[in-house]
């Protein structure tokens, strides 16, 4: 994300939620699946195992934030 510039595109977004919605809080969740068989397609960029493993090791992880997340936004009401 910070190779690509990402980052500090991301910071004028969030500015922007933050002035239109007053709280507010961001979740970043990077390499999930593009497929969901990738035994359907020819693709020699995405490493097949490399997605599994952050899909079962990263994935629930960014869900749990989420849902947590997803908490706070109701107590603000």
Do not use: H, W
Not at 29 to 43: G, L
Request: hydrophobic share 35%.
């Amino acid at each position: 994300m910070e190779q690509l510039g990402y980052k500090q595109g991301l910071k004028f977004s969030e500015m922007d939620m933050g002035r239109v919605f007053g709280y507010f809080e961001s979740l970043i969740a990077n390499d999930t699946y593009q497929f969901d068989d990738y035994s359907k397609y020819v693709i020699t960029v995405f490493d097949e195992k490399k997605k599994a493993k952050v899909r079962s090791e990263q994935f629930p992880k960014d869900c749990e934030k989420a849902f947590n997340m997803g908490i706070r936004f109701a107590q603000q009401i």
